[in-house]
Structure formats: structure tokens, C-alpha cells
């Protein structure tokens, strides 16, 4: 990866050119996943700096170092030239490094002055909390970034949008040198998101260096001044912005499809499995309708917050729909919890394995048989030794790394995790199969094993849907696709006709049909 | 209007209190009377005073078990010691047994990280022991009338107990109000992950208000003991229980970050009100405890309804 | 780890703390407390607290025992089951199905329960009549093949509800809510029901042991169980049994309750107060669950 022959000379002149942070060699492990891998970065002052990747690229891994969550297993961080280690948010924010998450690190029942200055409220008397000069300076940074709240409202009445701000404003008292936000607009309005870009435009004026984690393409150009794209945890360049274009990105972020031996035959489509008609929850999404048939996969793409991950939770009985209905073979059914949704043959991968997926403490054998634990059971006892042949049976089917079936998932690698959820599913011979992000979070090996996996799924007749953010993995997957944006299905492409062009446009809301 | 519909949402307690008092008012000829008023005041004091510590502690997201049992030592202490070390002496004993204990289930938890249910039930159960060893199963009785006279005396026609509990009422509503430690007890309560984040030293803040409890439940016990002019060893059971419902009571929420003295004042006032109102109609004081029940699992349903959005699995 | 190392610390500093007598004795004190504390070790797997249980216990002993002289000892012990039940379905319908706090609920039932209790007896203790002549002494006072009763109910009981939470799709359940409320949800587990059940099973161990208190007391005072609910958690959580809920077993439970009942017997035995062994419990207790998460987290201290 030699960064000087992809990098031409900049035109105009650019801000500074010296780094004030820079990233050597980094890299960071986890247990069955190499998250980064020998990564560089150099980001100057006065500069918005994107960093570019898919889901799992290690984004997230390499902002948590930069924030002090994480420490590097190997490389180095320099701060103007200094050599740092940060071993806590707290000492990475004594460097005035600043991280604004995604998950806000806020305390919802304190007021937005409060939290703002949360550890670091202005006093009197040295034990007193001074409220005037609280609110006033609160007051202050709040002007600056164009918010419309007062200082004293209460946090979790504000909107997610809000409370970003008030991260932001937060970051701001301590005058940092490096505010890293990592998709900051994935809950926001189109007003907002201005709003935003304005107050990140202004702190780089101000001299701040600003990095920028998002996959959005269209923010990404609008907003930044270089371009790092990583791709399975390695390094792969750097861009001025105003020299390249999307697809010179787009191809460095995506490379080469990994699942190209995946041959596509037209599926053998069977009967319509599940119909779907007007279903809609005020708020969430409306007028969504498809239909999936026995034998094929259908790929739901869409950004994070389109509403997808809710539309499966209504159809798997998690949610209640506020309109509209759910046809399953045909019938039209009422679904009021999971357990109906299994009994019509439905299965739900869900997007987060851990939190959703798995009972962690419990053993591989016990997770698989969970959803289905019944029909292990006569008079109540469990056939333990018809458990544990199935375990095996998915073990060697789904080629599930784990020392045997009475070992606790907490000590599976993330891909292990998910198969396992895969083979829960599996054990209940299910008709209609939603997995949502199924690759989330998982080392590429696994990955691929898990997309023929679903092809193969489908080939033996089962109703496939696919929940995904990343573009190849629809890509290589799905019969059809149907995008979404805020709320609503916007296109559904034959495979035949789906371009990566036409995709990214009906997820953005730049076409309408 | 909005103000008071507001204050109204967050102090449901105060709602009852009045519905009490007006009711009691009208019911009994005995009950609106400045005398009874006091009355109430001082046997809210003895559970009140603790409810003080334990809003600090739960409103940290910790709980507390021990404070029947240190209640009952600080008062053996304060009691038994003062043939040897006079009132003041053993007084003082007392109170530095509470602290003592408050600082010990403090840094075993800071320490440790057991949750702060398990550290304090533990010591519930050891300090109890060290009450019944020290007291061998005797009660003591203060010889010097000096003791109990102080537990019966008044300032200004008001007991002495009522006075202490309403300044200190005042007093810890003045520090979790306006101070910066108790504006941190609602920040890590509410979110301890970002208050470490944000610089706040959790342990050593958890610590503080373990001692506060702790010298609150002694103290407590002490004052107990003047009223009696005595000490038992059973003193003190269940007090956390009583401890515990009349901060829930009060709108204090169980996972932390959320609550007021002002609310634990009218769960304090609430149950003693109710249990003074209920004597002087002669209803069995059996009643006061299903009522007490009943109110305060009513109050977790009603904030359960109103309180929380229904999300997934709701 | 720890019970064995009680065992071998009595043994060795007493001749009679081994003798089979001295264990069964041991047993028999353990059997009120390790009887309740098999329903509880249920809730707290689920993932909630009953601290009802003591209040429970007085209401059950005082209305078997009441109940005895009126209706007759087979009567009266059905009655007391339907009652007992009755009060564990409430606080199962309150934490299951209108899912509110469970250390709230059961600490506002163990308030209400006292007063039931109190209502019901008018404030008397209760006694029974005839104390000799009644099958009812078999709970209590009887022994069989030189076992005494109750520590034959309580380790039947144990090895029951051992095989029920480990053989039984009931039991693994249990686990899963109490492993992963959101994700058994999305495997189609209905958590309303798996929570009320097991406060059902609480209620009917405390029933149990209320059986076993009036016929060994033949009478009863109406706060006879009264800090019970904190002495039961305490030998749950000595077992290892998490309080946040998911892991723990019935067979360590039972350790867990023999090792609170030895540290009593042993100390006795060594010539300690009485009250020695609440100070050791204090210790134990904590250093039992330290450990147990030092050992998760690989280290010993805490980092806040």
C-alpha cells in the first residue's frame, strides 16, 4: 500500500501540512478477529479527515483507540510529535483527543448544562455548584452551535438529534486539538444534518482537526478535505477530496468481491412464502409491502435507521403494526410474539447477536436447542442426547469452531457466535428465514462461508430475507433487493437490473422509482 | 397551573400526605393539633433520618441493608459505654461506630466491586452479631437522666428530635441540591460508565455517601435510644425494609439517578402519618402494614404506566 | 471449595463435627432456611429477588398451625398450600406479567404479608392444642430409618428441583431468562409466564417449610419468619448463585445453606458465642462472591 503514489499533489493550497496526529503501523486484535491491521493515519490541524469503510472495517476498533477505549496491540500514536499512550477516554481527553459516539455517553435524567459539564461543574466556594455561571457558559457553547434548547432542559426530553449536540457541546469545553465523530448523522434530519456540518465547519476554521467516520458518500464529499479508506482492518490510502471521486473510493472500500465464486442460477422459485401488505407503524416506517417466495433470497439495503430492523421485529411478533397485514403461506395471521412467529415457521437472526442472539452463559448446545427446547422434551425431561446430536449435526454443517457442545458461547469469536444463532434457527426447520446484518462484526472467512451458506439455504427451498448495510453482501446474496430509505421502500431491483449506481441512490433518497 | 401539575407529577407522594392529613383531620378531633404534628415529626425522625442517607446512596444506584443493624449498635454503644466514658463519650463511640461501618461497606465495595445489595447484607447480618456479642442479649438502660431528657426535651415549644431531623432534613437537601458532590451522586447514579469517563471518582464518591449513611443510621439509633432512655438488641429490625419504602416512596428510582430529599420527606411523613393517624382511630396497627404494602406497589405500577415508552418486548 | 474447606477446618479442630449424628444435626438446622431457599434459588436464576419469603413463612406457620385445631391437620395443610400459593401467584402476576421491580414488589408483600398475618391472628401466637397426638408432629419432630423429617423433605425437595432446573425444558428456560431476558424473548420464550412460575415454586417451598416449623414448634408466633428472606439469599448467594441472574444450581445451594449451618454448628462446637457465627457468615459471604468475580474479571480489585 504505497500511500505517496495514490495521493497527487494538491491543487489549492492546503491547510497545514504537518500532522498534528499520526498513526504508525497500528493494529489491534481480538480473539478470532485481526480488527486492524498495520493501519496509518495522519491528520492535520484545520482539516475535516473521513475515514471510509465498511461495517467491520475496523472504523469503529481504530476511533475507539483514538479515544482511549481500546489500546493498540502494536504501532504507535503521536500527538504533535509526542509519543501518547491512552489508556482511558479520560486521559485521551487530557490530550484533547474528543470522541463523539454513537452510543451517547450522556446521564438522561440531568440537565443538558449539567451534562455538559458533566465532572467538571463550575463551582463556588469550591464545594458549590455554581448554576448561573453553569447555565451562562452552557448557555454560550449552545449559541455557538445553533441550538434551540435552553441550557436547563432536561436531557432525555431532547431529541436523539439534541442530545448529539449536546456530545458535541461537551467536546467543546475542553478546547480540543481532535474531535473524532463517528456517524453523527445516522439519527439526524436533513435540517440538522446542516446544522451540524455548519458546527463542524466552524471548528475546523477554529483550527481543530476533525475526523470523520461515516459511510455516506455524499457527506463524506460534501464535508471533507482528505479521504483514509480501510477495508478488513487494512489501510488503504489516502485521498484529497477535491482529487478523486466516488468510484475510485467506492472500488478501495469494497475491492475485490470475495464471494465472486458464488454463481447465481435464477432460484426455482416455489409458492409465495410470506406476503407482506401496507404494514406500517407511525414514526418507524408505512406502506411497506413485498412478498417472498419459497427458494429465493430477498436483500432489504437501506442506511442504519431506515426502519428495516424494525419492519422484521413486527413481522417476527416483537412489534404491533399499526397497519397493514402478514400473510404466511398464504393465510392471513395474526402474529402477537415470537413464539407464534415460530410455531407459522419463521426464524429471526437478529442484528445483534450478543444482546439478542445468544444467552451467552449458556453452553453452544444449549443455545442451539432454545428456540425449540420443546421439541427436545417429553413429559418435560430433556433428551439431552438428541440435543446434543443436533449440535453436532450443525457444528459439522455450519463448520462451527468450538471445542464441543457443552462450551459457553461467551468464548466463541463473533462469527462462531453467529453460527450458532444460524444453526438456532436452522433446528427449528424453518420456512421463512430473516437474518438481519448476519456479517455484522465478523472476520471475512466466516463471512463468505455465511453467504453461501444463505444461498444454499434458499436452494433448498427456503424464503430467504436478507437485512444488510453493506452493498457486496446484497450484492452477492439476493435474487432481488429492495431499498429502503427513511421508512420506506423507494425501489426493488431484479437482480438482473441493480447497478451499484442506481442502489445507492434509491438508499439515499435521490430517486423516486 | 403547570407548575403545580408538574410538582404534582413528581412529588405523587406529597398528594397523599395531604389526602392523609385532611382525612385524619376530619376523623379524628385529636389529629390537627400542633402537638401531634410534633409528635409525628418525632417518630418520623428515627426512620427519616436514615431515608436522608439512603437517597444519597440510592439515588447512587447502591442500597442499604445494614443500617437496622448499625442503628442498634451505635445505640448499645451509646448507651452501654456511658458508665465508663459519660454521655458525651459514649455518644461519640457511637457515632464513630456508624461511620466506622459506612466506611467498611464502602471500600469493600469501591474495593471489591461486590454489589453494594450483597456487601450490606452481609453486613447486616455481621453487625448484628457484633451487637448481640457485645450486648450479650441485654438491653441497657441509661442510669444518667440527662439521656432521656434530652430525647423528651423541647426548644421553643418544638422537640428537640422534630428540630434535629428538620435541619438536617434541610441541610441534606441543600447538599444534594447545590453542591457538586450531590450533583455527581445523580450523575453516577444515572450513568456511571460516563460520569468515570467524565473524571468522576466513582469509588471514593460511592464511599462518601456510605459514610453518610452510615453516621446518619448511628445517629439515628442514638436519638432512638434517648427517647427510650435505653437500648435493645433487637433495635433497628426491619428499619432498612422501612428505610427502603419510604425513599421509593418517595419517587427515589431503584436503579439510581433519580430522586429528592423532598420526596424521601413525604415518604418518611407519608408512612408516619399514616401509622399516627391509624392509631388515634384505633384501627390496628396490623392494617398500617397491608396499606403500606398496597401504596407502595401501587406506586411502582403507576410509575411504571406513566413513566416508561414501550419499546421492544414491552 | 469453600464447604469443603469448612468441613476440614471443623474437623480437624473438633472430634465431633464429623460424626454422622453432628451432620444430620447439621441438616436439621439447615432444613427450614435450605427448604425456602430452594424455591428462591428459582427466582434469583430468573433473574429476580423474593424478599417476601420470611413474612410468607410467619403467615403460612401461623395459618397451618391456627388452622390445625379447626379443620383437622390434613385440612389445614391443604388450606395452607391453596393460601400460600394464592400470595406467590400475586407477586408472580406483579413481577411477571406487569413486570415491576422484584425487590420492590416482594418488599412491599413482605410489609403486606405481616399484616395479613397479624389481621388474621389478631395479634395472638397460635398454638396447637394437643400436641402429642397428631400426625402432624411427623413434619417436624419424626424421624425415619434415624433421619429426621425435615432433613429428609429438604434434600428430597433438593435433589427434586436439582433434576427439575437441569433435566426439564422448565429449567433450562429459567436459565435463559435469567441469562438474556431480549434474547430468550427472541427465541420465543414467554418470560410473563417462566417469572409467575417461579414464584409459584418460592411459595411452595416456603409452604414446605412452614410445615415443617409449626410441627417442630407446635405453635407459632406471627413473626416467626421475620429476616428469613435476607438469611435465605444469603445461603443462595454463598452457593454462587448471581444475583444478576442466569447461572446457579440447586446442589449449590443446598452447599451454600450447609455451610451457613455449619459455620453455627462448628463454632458452637469450638465453644464460640453464639453470635460468632453471624460475624463469620458477614466474612464468608463476601469473600465467597469476591472471589467468584475477581475470577471473572482476572483481578482482584475493582477499577473504579
Known amino acids: 500500500m504505497n500511500t505517496q503514489t495514490e495521493m497527487k499533489e494538491p491543487i489549492n493550497s492546503q491547510p497545514e501540512e504537518k500532522p498534528l496526529l499520526k498513526l504508525k503501523n497500528v493494529s489491534k486484535s481480538f480473539p478470532g478477529v485481526k480488527a486492524l491491521d498495520g493501519v496509518e493515519l495522519d491528520v492535520r490541524a484545520g482539516e475535516v479527515h473521513a475515514l471510509l469503510g465498511e461495517n467491520g472495517a475496523g472504523k469503529s476498533t481504530l476511533m475507539k483507540i483514538l479515544a482511549g477505549i481500546y489500546q493498540p496491540d502494536g504501532g504507535e500514536v503521536i500527538l504533535e510529535d509526542q509519543l501518547v499512550h491512552m489508556s482511558s477516554p479520560l486521559e485521551a481527553r487530557e490530550h484533547g483527543v474528543l470522541l463523539i459516539h454513537q452510543e451517547l455517553s450522556l446521564v438522561p435524567d440531568m440537565t443538558v448544562a449539567e451534562n455538559v459539564f458533566l465532572g467538571n461543574i463550575p463551582r463556588f466556594a469550591n464545594i458549590f455548584v455554581n448554576n448561573r455561571h453553569l447555565n451562562e457558559r452552557c448557555g454560550e457553547i449552545l449559541t455557538r452551535l445553533n441550538c434551540k434548547f435552553k441550557p436547563t432542559e432536561k436531557l432525555g426530553n431532547l431529541s436523539i438529534a439534541n442530545q448529539q449536540m449536546v456530545e458535541i457541546a461537551r467536546a467543546l469545553v475542553f478546547q480540543p486539538k481532535v474531535v473524532v465523530f463517528d456517524e453523527p448523522t445516522a439519527s439526524l434530519t436533513d435540517y440538522e444534518k446542516v446544522v451540524l456540518f455548519g458546527v463542524i465547519r466552524e471548528l475546523k476554521e477554529s483550527g481543530t482537526a476533525i475526523v470523520y467516520i461515516s459511510h455516506r458518500m455524499d457527506e463524506i464529499f460534501e464535508l471533507s478535505d482528505r479521504i483514509s479508506v480501510l477495508r478488513d482492518g487494512t489501510y488503504q490510502g489516502t485521498f484529497y477530496t477535491r482529487q478523486t471521486n466516488e468510484d475510485e473510493v467506492t472500488q478501495r472500500m469494497i475491492g475485490r468481491d470475495l464471494d465472486a465464486d458464488i454463481e447465481h442460477q435464477p432460484p426455482e422459485l416455489g409458492a409465495k412464502a410470506l406476503q407482506v401488505s401496507g404494514l406500517g407503524i407511525e414514526g418507524l416506517y408505512s406502506d411497506i409491502s413485498f412478498d417472498v417466495h419459497a427458494g429465493e433470497v430477498v436483500g432489504f439495503y437501506g442506511l442504519v435507521g431506515a426502519g428495516r430492523t424494525e419492519i422484521m421485529e413486527t413481522i417476527f411478533g416483537l412489534r404491533k403494526p399499526d397497519s397493514g397485514s402478514v400473510q404466511i403461506n398464504g393465510q392471513n395471521l395474526a402474529i402477537n410474539s415470537p413464539s407464534d412467529a415460530i410455531d407459522h415457521g419463521l426464524g429471526l437472526v437478529p442484528e445483534s447477536r450478543k444482546e439478542q442472539g445468544l444467552v451467552l452463559g449458556m453452553s453452544c448446545k444449549d443455545n442451539t436447542t432454545l428456540a425449540n427446547i420443546s421439541e427436545f422434551t417429553k413429559l418435560g425431561w430433556i433428551d439431552t442426547s438428541a440435543e446434543r446430536k443436533v449440535f453436532e449435526e450443525y457444528m459439522d454443517k455450519l463448520r462451527i469452531k468450538c471445542p464441543g457442545w457443552e462450551y459457553s458461547t461467551l468464548n466463541l469469536s463473533g462469527g462462531n457466535q453467529q453460527k450458532v444463532v444460524i444453526g438456532k434457527w436452522l433446528s427449528t426447520s424453518p420456512k421463512i428465514l430473516i437474518l438481519d446484518e448476519p456479517t455484522r462484526g465478523i472476520d471475512v472467512g466466516s463471512k463468505s462461508e455465511i453467504h453461501h451458506l444463505i444461498r444454499e439455504l434458499a436452494k433448498t427451498g427456503l424464503a430467504v430475507i436478507v437485512v444488510s448495510s453493506e452493498m457486496p453482501e446484497v450484492l452477492t446474496v439476493s435474487d432481488r433487493i429492495i431499498a429502503m430509505y427513511d421508512g420506506r421502500i423507494t425501489r426493488c431491483f431484479d437482480r438482473g437490473e441493480v447497478t451499484e449506481d442506481t442502489l445507492i441512490r434509491a438508499i439515499t433518497g435521490q430517486t423516486e422509482r | ?314 | 471449595m469453600a464447604f469443603i474447606l469448612c468441613v476440614v477446618i471443623f474437623s480437624l479442630s473438633t472430634q465431633k463435627f464429623l460424626s454422622t449424628d453432628n451432620f444430620l444435626t447439621v441438616v436439621m438446622q439447615a432444613s427450614i432456611i435450605g427448604t425456602i431457599a430452594l424455591g428462591v434459588t428459582f427466582v434469583v436464576i430468573g433473574g429476580n429477588l423474593d424478599l417476601s419469603v420470611g413474612s410468607l413463612l410467619s403467615f403460612a406457620t401461623v395459618l397451618v398451625v391456627d388452622l390445625h385445631d379447626k379443620v383437622g391437620p390434613g385440612t389445614a395443610i391443604l388450606l395452607m398450600f391453596v393460601f400460600t400459593l394464592l400470595i406467590g401467584s400475586v407477586n408472580g402476576y406483579l413481577i411477571g406479567y406487569l413486570r415491576l421491580n422484584s425487590l420492590i414488589v416482594t418488599l412491599g408483600m413482605l410489609s403486606a404479608i405481616q399484616g395479613i398475618t397479624l389481621v388474621y391472628s389478631g395479634g395472638k401466637n397460635v398454638d396447637i392444642s394437643d400436641q402429642t397426638n397428631t400426625w402432624f408432629a411427623f413434619f417436624g419432630r419424626e424421624a425415619l430409618f434415624g433421619v429426621p423429617v425435615p432433613a429428609i423433605i429438604f434434600i428430597v425437595l433438593g435433589i427434586i428441583l436439582q433434576i427439575v432446573l437441569l433435566k426439564t425444558g422448565f429449567g433450562r428456560k429459567i436459565f435463559a431468562i435469567g441469562g438474556n431476558a431480549t434474547a430468550s424473548l427472541f427465541s420465543g420464550l414467554r418470560r410473563n409466564r417462566l417469572v409467575f412460575s417461579t414464584y409459584l415454586l418460592s411459595a411452595f417451598t416456603t409452604g414446605c417449610a412452614a410445615l415443617i416449623l409449626g410441627s417442630r414448634v407446635m405453635g407459632s408466633q406471627n413473626n416467626v419468619g421475620e429476616g428469613y428472606e435476607l438469611l435465605v439469599l444469603a445461603g443462595v448467594i454463598l452457593g454462587g448463585t448471581s444475583l444478576l441472574g442466569g447461572s446457579g444450581s440447586i446442589a449449590r445451594t443446598v452447599i451454600g445453606v450447609l455451610i451457613l449451618a455449619m459455620i453455627q454448628n462448628g463454632l458452637l462446637l469450638l465453644g464460640f458465642p453464639y453470635y460468632t457465627q453471624w460475624l463469620v457468615t458477614w466474612v464468608v459471604i463476601i469473600v465467597a462472591v469476591w472471589l467468584d468475580i475477581a475470577a471473572k474479571r482476572g483481578k482482584l480489585f475493582s477499577t473504579y
Open chain 2, 1 to 314: 397551573m403547570n407548575r403545580i401539575i408538574y410538582l404534582i407529577k413528581r412529588q405523587p407522594i406529597w398528594i397523599f400526605v395531604f389526602v392523609c392529613i385532611v382525612f385524619f383531620s376530619f376523623s379524628s378531633p385529636y389529629f390537627f393539633d400542633i402537638r401531634n404534628f410534633s409528635n409525628i415529626l418525632v417518630q418520623a425522625s428515627t426512620i427519616g433520618l436514615i431515608a436522608l442517607g439512603m437517597t444519597f446512596v440510592m439515588i447512587n444506584g447502591n442500597i442499604d441493608l445494614s443500617v437496622g443493624a448499625t442503628l442498634a449498635l451505635a445505640a448499645s454503644l451509646a448507651v452501654g459505654l456511658q458508665p465508663q466514658l459519660g454521655i458525651i463519650g459514649a455518644v461519640s463511640v457511637g457515632l464513630l461506630s456508624g461511620i466506622l461501618i459506612g466506611a467498611l461497606n464502602g471500600i469493600i465495595a469501591w474495593k471489591t466491586g461486590v454489589d453494594a445489595f450483597i456487601v450490606t447484607l452481609g453486613a447486616m447480618i455481621g453487625v448484628r452479631g457484633l451487637v448481640f456479642i457485645y450486648t450479650e442479649e441485654q438491653a441497657f438502660y441509661a442510669y444518667d437522666l440527662a439521656y432521656a431528657n434530652f430525647g423528651a426535651s423541647s426548644l421553643f415549644g418544638i422537640p428537640v428530635l422534630a428540630l434535629i431531623f428538620v435541619f438536617l432534613t434541610i441541610i441534606a437537601h441543600l447538599v444534594l441540591k447545590y453542591t457538586i458532590h450531590g450533583r455527581n451522586v445523580f450523575a453516577v447514579g444515572g450513568n456511571r460508565v460516563a460520569a468515570k469517563e467524565a473524571g468522576i471518582r466513582v469509588g471514593p464518591h460511592m464511599l462518601l455517601n456510605f459514610i453518610l449513611i452510615g453516621f446518619l443510621a448511628a445517629l439515628s439509633g442514638i436519638l432512638l435510644s434517648t427517647q427510650m432512655g435505653a437500648s435493645t438488641p433487637n433495635l433497628g429490625r426491619n428499619y432498612e425494609l422501612w428505610t427502603i419504602t419510604a425513599v421509593v416512596l418517595g419517587g427515589t428510582r431503584l436503579t439510581g439517578g433519580f430522586g429528592s430529599i423532598i420526596g424521601t420527606l413525604g415518604g418518611v411523613l407519608a408512612i408516619a402519618i399514616l401509622r399516627n393517624g391509624m392509631n388515634l382511630l384505633q384501627v390496628p396497627s396490623f392494617y398500617v402494614l397491608i396499606i403500606l404494602g398496597s401504596i407502595l406497589i401501587l406506586v411502582l405500577f403507576l410509575d411504571k404506566r406513566f413513566a416508561e415508552p414501550q419499546g421492544v418486548g414491552a
